[in-house]
Protein backbone atom coordinates (compact mmCIF):
# COMPACT_ATOMS: atom_id res chain seq x y z
CA UNK A 1 0.00 0.00 0.00
CA UNK A 2 0.99 3.45 -0.53
CA UNK A 3 1.42 6.46 2.05
CA UNK A 4 -1.62 7.36 4.01
CA UNK A 5 -3.78 10.04 2.33
CA UNK A 6 -3.79 13.33 4.78
CA UNK A 7 -7.09 13.47 6.52
CA UNK A 8 -6.71 9.70 7.67
CA UNK A 9 -4.45 7.83 9.91
CA UNK A 10 -3.58 3.65 10.08
CA UNK A 11 -4.83 2.40 13.84
CA UNK A 12 -4.27 -1.24 14.23
CA UNK A 13 -4.24 -2.45 10.37
CA UNK A 14 -6.97 -0.14 9.55
CA UNK A 15 -7.32 3.61 8.27
CA UNK A 16 -9.48 5.90 10.06
CA UNK A 17 -10.38 9.37 10.17
CA UNK A 18 -7.77 12.03 11.70
CA UNK A 19 -10.89 14.39 13.07
CA UNK A 20 -8.53 17.58 13.02
CA UNK A 21 -7.03 16.81 9.06
CA UNK A 22 -10.90 15.75 8.04
CA UNK A 23 -11.92 19.13 9.18
CA UNK A 24 -9.15 20.37 6.89
CA UNK A 25 -9.89 18.71 4.05
CA UNK A 26 -13.55 19.66 4.53
CA UNK A 27 -12.68 23.16 4.68
CA UNK A 28 -10.95 22.60 1.73
CA UNK A 29 -13.69 21.34 -0.75
CA UNK A 30 -15.81 24.46 0.92
CA UNK A 31 -13.28 26.97 0.50
CA UNK A 32 -12.81 25.71 -3.45
CA UNK A 33 -16.33 25.83 -4.14
CA UNK A 34 -16.95 29.25 -2.58
CA UNK A 35 -14.62 30.44 -5.31
CA UNK A 36 -11.05 30.38 -3.73
CA UNK A 37 -7.91 29.20 -6.02
CA UNK A 38 -6.36 26.36 -5.11
CA UNK A 39 -3.52 27.85 -2.94
CA UNK A 40 -6.07 30.38 -1.06
CA UNK A 41 -8.80 27.13 -0.40
CA UNK A 42 -5.66 25.84 1.38
CA UNK A 43 -4.48 28.47 3.39
CA UNK A 44 -7.93 29.09 4.39
CA UNK A 45 -8.58 25.32 5.74
CA UNK A 46 -4.79 25.55 7.29
CA UNK A 47 -3.26 22.97 5.06
CA UNK A 48 0.37 24.04 4.08
CA UNK A 49 1.56 22.45 0.36
CA UNK A 50 1.91 22.55 -3.33
CA UNK A 51 -0.65 23.68 -5.67
CA UNK A 52 -0.17 20.24 -7.40
CA UNK A 53 -1.04 17.92 -3.91
CA UNK A 54 -3.98 20.29 -3.37
CA UNK A 55 -5.23 19.42 -6.81
CA UNK A 56 -4.99 16.16 -6.46
CA UNK A 57 -6.92 15.85 -3.27
CA UNK A 58 -9.68 17.69 -4.29
CA UNK A 59 -9.81 14.73 -7.20
CA UNK A 60 -8.89 11.87 -4.69
CA UNK A 61 -11.77 9.41 -5.06
CA UNK A 62 -10.72 8.38 -1.24
CA UNK A 63 -12.41 11.19 0.34
CA UNK A 64 -15.36 9.34 -0.78
CA UNK A 65 -14.88 6.24 0.82
CA UNK A 66 -14.13 2.55 0.01
CA UNK A 67 -13.32 -0.48 1.31
CA UNK A 68 -10.63 0.79 3.42
CA UNK A 69 -10.98 4.36 3.75
CA UNK A 70 -14.03 5.82 5.78
CA UNK A 71 -15.54 8.53 3.69
CA UNK A 72 -14.69 12.02 4.77
CA UNK A 73 -16.40 14.40 1.95
CA UNK A 74 -19.84 13.49 0.77
CA UNK A 75 -20.87 12.61 -3.04
CA UNK A 76 -22.52 15.46 -3.86
CA UNK A 77 -19.90 17.95 -2.60
CA UNK A 78 -17.21 15.87 -4.43
CA UNK A 79 -19.05 16.07 -7.65
CA UNK A 80 -19.45 19.93 -7.67
CA UNK A 81 -15.87 20.17 -6.94
CA UNK A 82 -15.23 17.88 -9.76
CA UNK A 83 -17.75 20.25 -12.12
CA UNK A 84 -15.94 23.52 -10.68
CA UNK A 85 -12.57 22.34 -11.59
CA UNK A 86 -14.12 21.82 -15.71
CA UNK A 87 -15.50 24.73 -15.13
CA UNK A 88 -12.38 26.24 -14.10
CA UNK A 89 -10.34 24.82 -17.11
CA UNK A 90 -12.86 25.37 -19.84
CA UNK A 91 -12.91 29.59 -18.65
CA UNK A 92 -9.15 29.40 -18.36
CA UNK A 93 -8.82 27.42 -22.22
CA UNK A 94 -7.13 24.29 -20.36
CA UNK A 95 -9.31 21.90 -21.66
CA UNK A 96 -7.43 20.17 -25.08
CA UNK A 97 -9.01 17.94 -27.04
CA UNK A 98 -7.53 14.86 -27.90
CA UNK A 99 -6.19 14.89 -31.64
CA UNK A 100 -7.84 12.86 -33.88
CA UNK A 101 -4.79 10.77 -35.78
CA UNK A 102 -5.36 9.82 -39.19
CA UNK A 103 -5.14 6.06 -39.01
CA UNK A 104 -2.66 4.91 -41.68
CA UNK A 105 -2.87 1.93 -43.23
CA UNK A 106 0.73 0.10 -44.40
CA UNK A 107 0.01 -2.56 -47.06
CA UNK A 108 0.67 -6.22 -46.20
CA UNK A 109 0.27 -8.20 -49.16
CA UNK A 110 2.60 -7.74 -52.46
CA UNK A 111 2.87 -9.53 -56.02
CA UNK A 112 5.02 -8.98 -58.51
CA UNK A 113 4.84 -9.65 -62.03
CA UNK A 114 7.27 -11.83 -64.07
CA UNK A 115 10.08 -9.51 -65.33
CA UNK A 116 10.30 -9.50 -68.69
CA UNK A 117 13.40 -6.57 -69.96
CA UNK A 118 16.95 -7.34 -68.61
CA UNK A 119 19.34 -4.59 -68.07
CA UNK A 120 22.93 -4.08 -68.09
CA UNK A 121 23.36 -1.47 -65.48
CA UNK A 122 22.84 -3.08 -62.32
CA UNK A 123 20.85 0.08 -60.79
CA UNK A 124 18.38 0.49 -63.45
CA UNK A 125 17.99 -3.29 -63.45
CA UNK A 126 16.80 -2.69 -59.50
CA UNK A 127 14.46 0.04 -60.53
CA UNK A 128 12.55 -2.25 -63.34
CA UNK A 129 12.13 -4.87 -60.58
CA UNK A 130 10.67 -2.45 -57.79
CA UNK A 131 8.14 -0.71 -60.20
CA UNK A 132 6.97 -4.58 -60.48
CA UNK A 133 6.73 -4.66 -57.13
CA UNK A 134 2.33 -3.82 -56.95
CA UNK A 135 0.38 -3.83 -53.21
CA UNK A 136 -3.11 -5.15 -52.63
CA UNK A 137 -4.95 -2.92 -50.63
Do not use: W
Not at 42 to 71: C, E, F, W
Not at 82 to 95: D, H, N, Y
Amino acid sequence: MSHTPYGYRIENGKAVIDEFAATQIKELFLAYLAGDSLTTAAQKAGIRTSHSVIRKMLQSTRYLGNDYYPAIIDPVTFEAVEAECIRRAEKLGRVFEPKIENKVIYPTTFRITEGTKQFDDPFEQAEYAYSLIESET
